[in-house]
């Protein structure tokens, strides 16, 4: 058996030797994403929006075929970094992306970036990776955590509103998000309710003290299954329609379907800040929606969004050094010009390798075809930095 | 803070003191009468909600949905009971709590097989939405005095059951000795059968109730199987008294102090570490009763008398 | 003993675990598997935390469902010192020992009051509350965890002449964890057959017994325990070290389950069991994961099955005809 590997691997030996030869091997890139327990329906949505992007450039990039390898994290960060681990040291990638959470993206991270390898985030911003611990290998293709609520605050200020009770669930994520809030809004907190995650499903007690407080508004984050049982109970509570609702991350497309399967009326109309909807308008985004809701019968999330933009960032980037992957220093170059269509329009790669974008006012509507979805209105933070970028040392 | 706000998280703490009895009194009575720690027992909960899920969606009537959900659900408990838990009777606690956290594995795996990955969702129906004003100024969502009231219910109902019936005197019997009523005649398994299904139609019962509010979705049993646990240690196991007792003892604590904590923390510390220690604490207060508690009477409070 | 009773199966078999560990990092390059390196080192750290469960919950009847606490206790000691730039293994190693020693003392004096199905559920209580303490240190990363981003530095200078011992090397931390587990498992091999040991087991299976005999039960558990806190909380700093990252996850209750599953799994009071039970817990999910993505619909039924059929674990199977333990 390892006699027959080694004569296996010495005819390998020699197309290594040749560049050209080996040029004409795929391309491998590793997709780390949650495919099974209750988030899976997160990974399987980037996991569409990937083959959809990759069917959309013919499978090929700088001339090479792609073949991509995924591995599911199990929504854990130690089975997330096993994964990794096995992408590159056994599957041999030639660059990793994906990773959703951000607890398996710090548990992963160096695996890959000791290797040698570059690693692109395709969801999870976490502050150190865009301030202190920035990489030079390390790019991300979404947003920085802070960022989204930063524009809610922006967005609040605008909208007049003076009190604000807050409801978010206490881990890392949830404090991120309260915390950018805060940055920005310059009214008054009333309250603020940091929930037992992910055990607290039932707000109860909250709503009755959010109710008691009488703010202008409420703000909240509860991603995954936890937004449309909040919105269900906001809305049996008798808040909607009382006490205007704020989200980030919490209404997507993916739960917006079951929502309006189970007529919860009271999401419509509510605001959140995201960096892109459906409705963006552009030729790239037009495609990607058209394409994604004709193969798997709704819109895109954000998630499928960034997913689908991870693939044509790669893409560029290897058709610029002409398919020699291995060529990191031309790879990490390219990338940070970061010159290829995205589904946000015109793109910019910041300094710390996080994007600088705008972010913008999203409302929950009514499509023409009777669907909801969500649909932007104005630009609330333009080019934005994150505000950790200053501590990256690149 | 004033008194409404009070009276309606009281009502709060209620509603979840009598969801949490709904489940402890299925688990208090296995490990009671049948000696068996059941960690599964949170997988009928989800398995409930799921039946009820789905008939409700196919008959669009929310009574029938319970009306078809509950024998389903007896259904899936007797024969988890017949296939997978006998051989466990005779086994000890360690075995049984290893075996139960394997099917606790393969019922959230099975739901993704059967169910939508990301779960059921259904409407509240109208009649049940809204809240009503109860008086003082009160205002109080309709479902959840709904759940209160059927809670009161089931729980009156098993008062009848286990005090006034012959059945129910075969059950408090066989928490004392099952020896000896095996020696008197009854039929053990089938006691046994039985006893096993109530419990997992009470879990599933709760797990249809919270349906329209949460969601049904994997692995919705193991978040409120321990707080089950801690209610039953607490209460004493085997006795359902003890269980509603701590039930709602611990649904009060927990809402309560998840709504008034911080202010009280505020009172003594200063305003950062008051944000920090609040949400820390309030997720322990169960556990700090718990371990209270066993400190003082390590047996629970309303232990039955064995043999 | 005699020369030919080193032949029997368990040793042989013991042996042959303990050379496949060994000469891991220079097989799996060969057979084209580098990667199995990696998962022999997290086997090996999990090995030696199932090792010390095994010591409470095999020789000393004491189920504990909330041991995985006492791996993040020794995992954020070494990820906080090192968070505020305090690499010296020297200093954080014994400190996570000591730490961990410490709050078992603590924990241990509370639950020891209990017995049965209230110590299992009052041990669960306080790993929760660890693990919320976790979640909780939002300057430590909260649940998103702690990178840490250096190993342990071991070194020594004295005068001119200095040594150190560079974790960095995958190599060297491999055979450091390996040597490392083997002295764990002959720390526990003495204890279990010490006169401290015989109180233990002669406890888990009669106290009443023991304590008429003149035993104090409670301080012999206590102690049982707060050793057995200990080694796992080198586990956990090893487990710092070995995956550069520590979060909270790993003190949740389930991690606990599946501590008590790798001893049952191994063959509870036996010294080796655990090892066996790492090794194929570990490696049956690496491998069903591979095939799979449902695997848990086979690994649940699984576990429902050894617990039925296989009562002694693997190591069970191998001893059924000695009176080896």
């Given at each position: 058996?390892?006699?027959?590997?080694?004569?296996?691997?010495?005819?390998?030996?020699?197309?290594?030797?040749?560049?050209?030869?080996?040029?004409?091997?795929?391309?491998?890139?590793?997709?780390?994403?949650?495919?099974?327990?209750?988030?899976?329906?997160?990974?399987?949505?980037?996991?569409?929006?990937?083959?959809?992007?990759?069917?959309?450039?013919?499978?090929?990039?700088?001339?090479?075929?792609?073949?991509?390898?995924?591995?599911?994290?199990?929504?854990?960060?130690?089975?997330?970094?096993?994964?990794?681990?096995?992408?590159?040291?056994?599957?041999?990638?030639?660059?990793?992306?994906?990773?959703?959470?951000?607890?398996?993206?710090?548990?992963?991270?160096?695996?890959?970036?000791?290797?040698?390898?570059?690693?692109?985030?395709?969801?999870?911003?976490?502050?150190?990776?865009?301030?202190?611990?920035?990489?030079?290998?390390?790019?991300?293709?979404?947003?920085?955590?802070?960022?989204?609520?930063?524009?809610?605050?922006?967005?609040?200020?605008?909208?007049?509103?003076?009190?604000?009770?807050?409801?978010?669930?206490?881990?890392?994520?949830?404090?991120?998000?309260?915390?950018?809030?805060?940055?920005?809004?310059?009214?008054?907190?009333?309250?603020?309710?940091?929930?037992?995650?992910?055990?607290?499903?039932?707000?109860?007690?909250?709503?009755?003290?959010?109710?008691?407080?009488?703010?202008?508004?409420?703000?909240?984050?509860?991603?995954?299954?936890?937004?449309?049982?909040?919105?269900?109970?906001?809305?049996?509570?008798?808040?909607?329609?009382?006490?205007?609702?704020?989200?980030?991350?919490?209404?997507?497309?993916?739960?917006?379907?079951?929502?309006?399967?189970?007529?919860?009326?009271?999401?419509?109309?509510?605001?959140?800040?995201?960096?892109?909807?459906?409705?963006?308008?552009?030729?790239?985004?037009?495609?990607?929606?058209?394409?994604?809701?004709?193969?798997?019968?709704?819109?895109?999330?954000?998630?499928?969004?960034?997913?689908?933009?991870?693939?044509?960032?790669?893409?560029?980037?290897?058709?610029?050094?002409?398919?020699?992957?291995?060529?990191?220093?031309?790879?990490?170059?390219?990338?940070?010009?970061?010159?290829?269509?995205?589904?946000?329009?015109?793109?910019?790669?910041?300094?710390?390798?996080?994007?600088?974008?705008?972010?913008?006012?999203?409302?929950?509507?009514?499509?023409?075809?009777?669907?909801?979805?969500?649909?932007?209105?104005?630009?609330?933070?333009?080019?934005?930095?994150?505000?950790?970028?200053?501590?990256?040392?690149? | 803070?004033?008194?409404?706000?009070?009276?309606?998280?009281?009502?709060?703490?209620?509603?979840?003191?009598?969801?949490?009895?709904?489940?402890?009194?299925?688990?208090?009575?296995?490990?009671?009468?049948?000696?068996?720690?059941?960690?599964?027992?949170?997988?009928?909960?989800?398995?409930?909600?799921?039946?009820?899920?789905?008939?409700?969606?196919?008959?669009?009537?929310?009574?029938?949905?319970?009306?078809?959900?509950?024998?389903?659900?007896?259904?899936?408990?007797?024969?988890?009971?017949?296939?997978?838990?006998?051989p466990?009777?005779?086994r000890n606690?360690l075995d049984?709590?290893l075996a139960?956290?394997g099917?606790?594995?393969?019922?959230?795996?099975?739901?993704?097989?059967?169910?939508?990955?990301?779960?059921?969702?259904?409407?509240?129906?109208?009649?049940?939405?809204?809240?009503?004003?109860?008086?003082?100024?009160?205002?109080?969502?309709?479902?959840?005095?709904?759940?209160?009231?059927?809670?009161?219910?089931?729980?009156?109902?098993?008062?009848?059951?286990?005090?006034?019936?012959?059945?129910?005197?075969?059950?408090?019997?066989?928490?004392?000795?099952?020896?000896?009523?095996?020696?008197?005649?009854?039929?053990?398994?089938?006691?046994?059968?039985?006893?096993?299904?109530?419990?997992?139609?009470?879990?599933?019962?709760?797990?249809?109730?919270?349906?329209?509010?949460?969601?049904?979705?994997?692995?919705?049993?193991?978040?409120?199987?321990?707080?089950?646990?801690?209610?039953?240690?607490?209460?004493?196991?085997?006795?359902?008294?003890?269980?509603?007792?701590?039930?709602?003892?611990?649904?009060?604590?927990?809402?309560?102090?998840?709504?008034?904590?911080?202010?009280?923390?505020?009172?003594?510390?200063?305003?950062?570490?008051?944000?920090?220690?609040?949400?820390?604490?309030?997720?322990?207060?169960?556990?700090?009763?718990?371990?209270?508690?066993?400190?003082?009477?390590?047996?629970?409070?309303?232990?039955?008398?064995?043999? | 003993m005699r020369r030919t009773e080193f032949l029997r199966p368990i040793f042989l078999y013991r042996a042959f675990v303990l050379a496949t560990c060994a000469f891991m990092?220079?097989l799996?390059?060969?057979?084209?598997?580098?990667?199995w390196?990696?998962i022999f080192?997290r086997i090996m750290i999990w090995a030696i935390a199932a090792v010390s469960l095994d010591l409470i919950l095999g020789f000393g009847g004491?189920i504990?469902?909330?041991?995985?606490?006492?791996?993040?206790?020794?995992?954020?000691?070494?990820?906080?010192?090192?968070?505020?730039?305090?690499?010296?293994?020297?200093?954080?190693?014994?400190?996570?020992?000591?730490?961990?020693?410490?709050?078992?003392?603590?924990?241990?004096?509370?639950?020891?009051?209990?017995?049965?199905?209230?110590?299992?559920?009052?041990?669960?209580?306080?790993?929760?509350?660890?693990?919320?303490?976790?979640?909780?240190?939002?300057?430590?990363?909260?649940?998103?965890?702690?990178?840490?981003?250096?190993?342990?530095?071991?070194?020594?200078?004295?005068?001119?002449?200095?040594?150190?011992?560079?974790?960095?090397?995958?190599?060297?931390?491999?055979?450091?964890?390996f040597?490392?587990l083997v002295v764990v498992l002959g720390i526990v091999q003495r204890i279990v057959n010490s006169?401290?040991g015989m109180?233990i087991r002669?406890?888990k299976s009669?106290?009443?017994?023991?304590?008429?005999?003149?035993?104090?039960?409670?301080?012999?558990?206590?102690?049982?325990?707060?050793?057995?806190?200990?080694?796992?909380?080198?586990?956990?700093?090893?487990?710092?070290?070995?995956?550069?990252?520590?979060?909270?996850?790993?003190?949740?209750?389930?991690?606990?389950?599946e501590l008590i599953f790798m001893v049952v799994l191994g063959g509870m009071a036996t010294v080796f069991g655990p090892v066996t039970g790492a090794l194929v817990f570990l490696f049956l999910s690496e491998i069903l994961?591979?095939?799979?993505?449902?695997?848990?619909?086979?690994f649940?039924p699984f576990l429902v099955l050894v617990v039925l059929f296989a009562r002694r674990g693997i190591d069970g199977l191998f001893a059924r005809n000695t009176k080896e333990r």
């Amino acid at each position: 058996m390892i006699m027959k590997r080694f004569l296996g691997l010495l005819p390998a030996f020699a197309l290594a030797a040749l560049p050209t030869a080996a040029m004409a091997e795929p391309i491998k890139i590793g997709f780390v994403t949650t495919l099974t327990t209750g988030a899976a329906v997160i990974g399987k949505d980037q996991q569409n929006a990937v083959e959809l992007a990759l069917d959309h450039m013919g499978r090929k990039m700088g001339g090479r075929d792609v073949i991509i390898v995924y591995g599911d994290d199990e929504f854990n960060p130690q089975k997330g970094k096993q994964k990794t681990e096995k992408l590159v040291k056994r599957d041999n990638v030639d660059i990793v992306a994906g990773y959703i959470w951000s607890h398996v993206l710090l548990a992963s991270k160096a695996t890959v970036l000791d290797a040698g390898k570059i690693l692109i985030s395709a969801n999870a911003g976490p502050s150190p990776l865009a301030g202190k611990s920035c990489h030079k290998n390390f790019f991300n293709i979404s947003w920085q955590n802070d960022q989204t609520p930063m524009a809610l605050g922006e967005v609040l200020n605008r909208k007049g509103v003076k009190s604000l009770y807050i409801m978010a669930p206490n881990y890392a994520a949830g404090k991120n998000m309260v915390a950018g809030v805060e940055r920005t809004f310059k009214g008054e907190i009333v309250g603020k309710d940091m929930t037992k995650w992910p055990t607290q499903i039932d707000w109860a007690a909250e709503m009755t003290k959010a109710k008691a407080a009488k703010p202008d508004a409420v703000f909240t984050f509860y991603p995954g299954k936890h937004g449309p049982a909040f919105i269900k109970q906001y809305q049996q509570a008798g808040l909607t329609g009382k006490i205007p609702l704020y989200t980030v991350y919490t209404i997507d497309s993916i739960g917006l379907p079951r929502m309006q399967k189970a007529g919860l009326k009271g999401v419509l109309g509510t605001f959140m800040t995201q960096f892109w909807a459906p409705d963006m308008d552009n030729a790239q985004n037009h495609r990607f929606v058209a394409d994604f809701k004709q193969r798997h019968g709704r819109y895109p999330s954000f998630y499928a969004a960034q997913a689908y933009d991870s693939m044509f960032f790669i893409k560029a980037a290897v058709d610029e050094v002409k398919g020699n992957i291995a060529d990191t220093d031309g790879m990490r170059a390219a990338l940070e010009k970061a010159d290829f269509p995205s589904i946000r329009g015109a793109f910019t790669m910041g300094k710390n390798h996080f994007p600088v974008q705008n972010f913008y006012l999203r409302e929950v509507v009514t499509d023409a075809d009777g669907n909801w979805t969500t649909a932007l209105r104005e630009a609330v933070l333009t080019n934005h930095v994150d505000p950790y970028a200053k501590d990256c040392k690149m | 803070m004033n008194l409404v706000l009070i009276a309606e998280q009281t009502l709060n703490g209620l509603q979840f003191g009598i969801l949490l009895f709904l489940l402890a009194a299925g688990l208090t009575l296995v490990f009671g009468i049948m000696d068996l720690v059941n960690l599964a027992h949170g997988s009928f909960y989800m398995m409930g909600a799921f039946l009820f899920a789905t008939f409700y969606t196919l008959t669009g009537s929310f009574f029938l949905g319970i009306a078809l959900g509950i024998p389903a659900t007896l259904a899936v408990g007797v024969v988890t009971e017949v296939l997978a838990l006998r051989p466990l009777y005779a086994r000890n606690h360690l075995d049984q709590v290893l075996a139960t956290f394997g099917l606790i594995l393969f019922f959230n795996q099975l739901v993704q097989v059967i169910w939508p990955l990301d779960g059921m969702s259904v409407p509240m129906p109208a009649y049940l939405d809204g809240a009503v004003r109860i008086g003082f100024g009160i205002e109080y969502p309709v479902y959840r005095i709904m759940i209160i009231g059927s809670g009161l219910a089931v729980a009156a109902g098993l008062y009848f059951l286990v005090q006034r019936t012959r059945l129910g005197m075969v059950i408090r019997a066989g928490a004392s000795n099952r020896t000896m009523v095996g020696a008197l005649g009854v039929d053990i398994k089938l006691l046994f059968t039985l006893v096993f299904g109530l419990g997992a139609v009470l879990a599933g019962f709760a797990g249809m109730l919270m349906t329209p509010i949460l969601s049904a979705t994997s692995g919705m049993g193991e978040q409120i199987l321990i707080l089950a646990f801690v209610v039953i240690v607490i209460g004493g196991i085997g006795s359902i008294r003890g269980a509603f007792i701590a039930a709602i003892i611990t649904g009060l604590i927990d809402t309560l102090g998840r709504s008034f904590l911080d202010v009280l923390l505020l009172a003594v510390l200063p305003a950062n570490a008051a944000e920090a220690a609040g949400p820390a604490l309030s997720s322990m207060l169960i556990y700090i009763l718990m371990v209270a508690v066993l400190f003082f009477r390590p047996q629970g409070l309303f232990p039955p008398k064995v043999r | 003993m005699r020369r030919t009773e080193f032949l029997r199966p368990i040793f042989l078999y013991r042996a042959f675990v303990l050379a496949t560990c060994a000469f891991m990092p220079v097989l799996a390059p060969l057979v084209g598997e580098p990667y199995w390196t990696d998962i022999f080192l997290r086997i090996m750290i999990w090995a030696i935390a199932a090792v010390s469960l095994d010591l409470i919950l095999g020789f000393g009847g004491m189920i504990s469902f909330g041991h995985a606490m006492f791996i993040g206790l020794g995992g954020y000691t070494v990820g906080i010192l090192a968070y505020y730039e305090i690499f010296n293994g020297f200093i954080q190693w014994p400190l996570a020992v000591l730490i961990s020693g410490a709050v078992a003392a603590v924990i241990g004096a509370v639950c020891l009051r209990t017995r049965g199905i209230y110590f299992i559920m009052i041990t669960l209580a306080f790993g929760q509350m660890i693990y919320f303490l976790g979640v909780s240190a939002e300057e430590y990363g909260s649940d998103d965890g702690l990178i840490i981003e250096a190993r342990s530095e071991f070194a020594i200078s004295v005068g001119d002449a200095s040594w150190a011992l560079d974790l960095g090397d995958p190599m060297v931390f491999y055979y450091l964890v390996f040597i490392i587990l083997v002295v764990v498992l002959g720390i526990v091999q003495r204890i279990v057959n010490s006169r401290f040991g015989m109180v233990i087991r002669g406890v888990k299976s009669n106290q009443g017994r023991m304590a008429a005999l003149g035993f104090d039960p409670f301080r012999y558990k206590l102690v049982c325990f707060i050793i057995a806190g200990m080694i796992c909380g080198l586990a956990g700093a090893l487990m710092a070290n070995g995956e550069k990252y520590i979060s909270p996850d790993m003190m949740h209750w389930t991690k606990s389950g599946e501590l008590i599953f790798m001893v049952v799994l191994g063959g509870m009071a036996t010294v080796f069991g655990p090892v066996t039970g790492a090794l194929v817990f570990l490696f049956l999910s690496e491998i069903l994961s591979n095939i799979t993505q449902n695997w848990h619909l086979i690994f649940g039924p699984f576990l429902v099955l050894v617990v039925l059929f296989a009562r002694r674990g693997i190591d069970g199977l191998f001893a059924r005809n000695t009176k080896e333990r």
